[in-house]
């Protein structure tokens, strides 16, 4: 019994490691560059890209290429963007971008990079990791005291 409900408990626990897609805006040359990638470092080669209004309008839609990236021209009188990526499984990542705000301030960090400049994931982030650890060993301790107390008493 103990087996199968530890069999459970980690199935339970991996979709929610694996499904995470990194969405990161840059303007460049008057287009919009939507870069996509893993938490590996991997591009989501493929994936759904959607430029909505805030209302919920579709305005555009396409797919990444090979090295994770989508590029398209904003609409000359949009001011805010919804991008929503979907990279398939159960991956979503969604951001909105302000135009008006980007084209006002011209160094606006990560969303208004070059190219060459590209964001990269930097790897796990290892304190998520370690939390993740420690809920994993909290829950099987909590399991062992239940089923420990039920050996006891029987």
């Not at 009188?77 to 011209?106: C, F, I, M, Q």
């Not at 930097?122 to 301790?141: E, M, R, S, Y």
Request: glycine share 12%; charged share 20%.
């Amino acid at each position: 019994m103990k087996k199968l409900l530890t069999a459970a408990l980690l199935l339970l626990l991996l979709p929610a490691w694996a499904h995470r897609v990194d969405l990161f805006l840059a303007e460049e040359n008057g287009s919009l560059v939507v870069w996509a990638f893993y938490p590996d470092g991997t591009p989501a080669k493929g994936a759904k890209v959607r430029i909505l209004t805030p209302e919920g309008k579709l305005l555009l839609e396409g797919t990444t290429d090979r090295e994770g990236k989508f590029t398209f021209s904003p609409p000359a009188d949009a001011g805010l963007l919804k991008v929503e990526l979907y990279a398939g499984l159960g991956h979503k990542a969604e951001t909105t971008y302000s135009l008006k705000e980007e084209r006002a301030r011209p160094s606006a960090g990560v969303l208004n990079q070059t190219a060459a400049a590209r964001p990269r994931p930097a790897g796990p982030d290892w304190q998520k990791v370690f939390c993740g650890l420690g809920w994993i060993f909290g829950l099987f301790g909590i399991l062992s005291l239940v089923y420990g107390r039920r050996k006891g008493a029987a």
